[in-house]
């Protein structure tokens, strides 16, 4: 476990411990590391979560995938990010999505157990525990916010509006590829295409590559509100 030592100081449930202390607590638990291929099976929507999952490295996935065969992607995890968190102290403990590896990945897995025990045994990684459920709450909220919207053109402005407020500045990178932001947004690529180019010809916003410059924030902000 001590290879992977630089990746759990980064992880929000080990960060605010010190080497020493992470060694310790994971001296006395059971965990496992998997080693999955990319576009690999993790885990399948309706399977039973009773573990909580690390990306020691690599990038995953979590997609809803429906009877129609479109897929929307709910969360896109890097290394250091968990999941199955909330899951697994669930009464109905099962993936809402299926997780699949983006990218070659390295996953660490805690059982149930080993999470009860590091919060009895270290006051410091339960508050972490608790941090990091609240922040998942909040990011499903989002969610929901964004499967709200009603239109191509309020997804954009609501991703766009997001990624001004994540980079501070009107000018920002694209944090994925058009493809995967489609996707993501459970809208065709051309389509979002499209929309793109009218609200660049109507002024809102510059394009270049994977740059985008907001040139109008208020029309941005009212698309929302209609």
């Not at 991703?159 to 501070?168: A, H, S």
Request: charged share 25%; hydrophobic share 40%; proline share 4%.
């Amino acid at each position: 476990m001590e290879q992977y030592l630089s990746v759990l100081q980064k992880s929000p449930l080990f960060q605010q411990l010190s080497d020493r202390e992470i060694k310790e607590l994971m001296e006395n638990v059971p965990a496992k590391v998997m080693t999955y291929p990319k576009d690999a099976l993790i885990a399948e929507e309706g399977e039973n979560c009773d573990r909580l999952g690390m990306i020691l490295s690599g990038k995953i996935e979590i997609q809803k995938i429906y009877a129609s065969g479109k897929t929307v992607t709910m969360a896109h995890l890097k290394t250091g990010n968990i999941f199955g968190e909330a899951l697994i102290f669930s009464k109905v403990h099962l993936y809402p999505g299926t997780v699949v590896s983006r990218t070659p990945a390295q996953i660490l897995f805690l059982q149930k157990s080993a999470v009860i025990s590091l919060c009895r045994r270290h006051p410091v990684f339960l508050e972490s525990f608790m941090n990091l459920l609240s922040e998942r709450i909040l990011m499903l909220n989002k969610k929901i916010k964004e499967l709200s919207l009603g239109t191509i053109r309020q997804k954009i402005a609501y991703f766009l509006l997001e990624e001004y407020q994540k980079q501070g500045k009107l000018t920002i990178q694209l944090p994925f590829s058009k493809e995967v932001i489609a996707e993501h947004m459970g809208i065709q690529r051309p389509s979002l295409s499209r929309e793109m180019i009218k609200m660049r010809d109507e002024g809102w916003i510059d394009m270049k590559k994977n740059t985008v410059h907001i040139k109008d924030l208020q029309q941005l902000t009212d698309c929302l509100l209609e």
